[in-house]
């Protein structure tokens, strides 16, 4: 060993966070504010990202790096989300916005399983703690879910059901471990496109915005500001998630399988009809439930075991429908420091 004295190393803490798929998404029309109200139920799933915050000299501002598959689609300015983030903590507590930001990714970009919102929680968590700032869960929970309706959940992980735009949650206790694949495409589909398309499809979206321009246009009132009034007739069907959670709280795979729905999926095969092939190939390999994740177009499988989730994969990646397979297992925690 030399006898010169090291620098200490730049102290910077790491956070981890879950993807998710939507074991159940119900989404009811268009509300005022352009959300819709859904009756979701989230799985984190143990495809993580992970951003690391490092101190930087005062001044300096926000600097963000990225690395891991599909990180050459993913912003670097101001747009990303965990950018957003470190600046939401920064503005809540008063304190300077100077953070290296590193994100590595491991969930699919805009693939519909919240990997942007993962990088948000992971970035409100990691600035909080290396800025000492102190906040409590509920305010970094309010704050994710000004970036985004999935922020919440990244932070919370494991099983929960979304309700108001996703971000309102309760906890669903599950048993044992359950076993996904997920077929990913090269390009991503738009989240907001998704919702337009499922509005055109219900038949739901020119009414409400018309209705809303023309009060606006007469000088009264929209609807927007009589929450209770806008939300009639809009909220999601209710649908019978009874078998959902019995097959949760038991462990059961094949009851989970027959359970997985999708009010997005249409509109998502609308505007790719080659993932209806995807879907096809996971029921010829014996998948016990398969459905587009969220807004797509990534599609889950849900298998017996790992080894049934290699063969759900195999026979995705012989038939050339993928970009990439990835297999996983769900439920998995939520916001983490691990270094
Ligand atoms: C559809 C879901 C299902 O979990 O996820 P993804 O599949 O995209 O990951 C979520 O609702 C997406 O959540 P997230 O991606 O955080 O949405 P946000 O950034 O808040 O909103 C992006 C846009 O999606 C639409 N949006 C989102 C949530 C919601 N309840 N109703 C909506 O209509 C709106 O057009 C909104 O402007
Ligand atoms: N940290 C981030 N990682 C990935 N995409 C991000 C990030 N921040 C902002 N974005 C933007 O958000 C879009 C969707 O993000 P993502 O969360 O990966 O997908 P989805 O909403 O389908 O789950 C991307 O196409 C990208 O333009």
Redesign the pocket.
């Known amino acids: 060993m030399s006898g010169h004295l090291h620098a200490a190393p730049e102290p910077s803490v790491t956070v981890r966070t879950p993807?998710k798929v939507n074991l159940v998404l119900r989404s009811g029309a268009r509300r005022d504010d352009g959300y819709h109200p859904l009756s979701t139920v989230f799985q984190a799933v143990s495809l993580f990202?992970e951003v690391t915050a490092t101190h930087v000299a005062p001044g300096t501002g926000i600097t963000l790096t990225?690395s891991g598959p599909q990180a050459d689609?993913?912003?670097l300015d101001e747009?990303?989300?965990?950018?957003?983030a470190a600046r939401a903590v920064a503005g809540h507590t008063g304190m300077d916005a100077d953070v290296a930001l590193h994100?590595h990714?491991g969930?699919?970009?805009?693939?519909?399983?919240?990997?942007?919102?993962?990088?948000?929680a992971a970035a409100l968590v990691a600035c909080d703690a290396l800025w000492d700032a102190g906040l409590s869960r509920h305010e970094l929970t309010m704050l994710g879910a000004e970036l985004?309706a999935?922020v919440p959940f990244a932070l919370l992980g494991h099983t929960a059901v979304g309700t108001g735009r996703g971000d309102v949650l309760t906890p669903v206790l599950t048993r044992g471990e359950f076993h996904w694949v997920f077929a990913v495409q090269d390009e991503?589909?738009?989240?907001p496109s998704v919702f337009a398309r499922f509005d055109e499809l219900s038949g739901t979206a020119p009414a409400a915005d018309h209705a809303e321009a023309a009060a606006v246009a007469a000088g009264r009132p929209g609807a927007a500001g009589r929450p209770d009034a806008a939300d009639a007739g809009r909220r999601p069907d209710p649908g019978d998630d009874a078998g959902l959670m019995t097959a949760l709280r038991a462990g059961d795979p094949t009851a989970l399988g027959e359970a997985l729905h999708n009010d997005l999926q249409a509109a998502a095969l609308d505007l790719r009809p080659e993932l209806g092939r995807v879907l096809e190939i996971a029921r010829d390999a014996g998948t016990l439930g398969a459905l587009v994740s969220?807004?797509?177009p990534?599609v889950a499988a849900l298998a017996r075991s790992r080894r049934h989730a290699l063969a759900i994969a195999a026979a995705w990646t012989s038939a050339g429908v993928v970009a990439s397979v990835w297999t996983a297992t769900g439920p998995a925690p939520g916001a983490r420091i691990t270094g």
């Open positions: 993807g990202e990225v689609v993913v912003p747009t990303n989300l965990a950018w957003r994100i990714k969930v699919p970009v805009a693939g519909g399983m919240a990997g942007g919102s993962a990088d948000a985004g999935d991503g589909l738009s989240t969220g807004s797509g990534t």
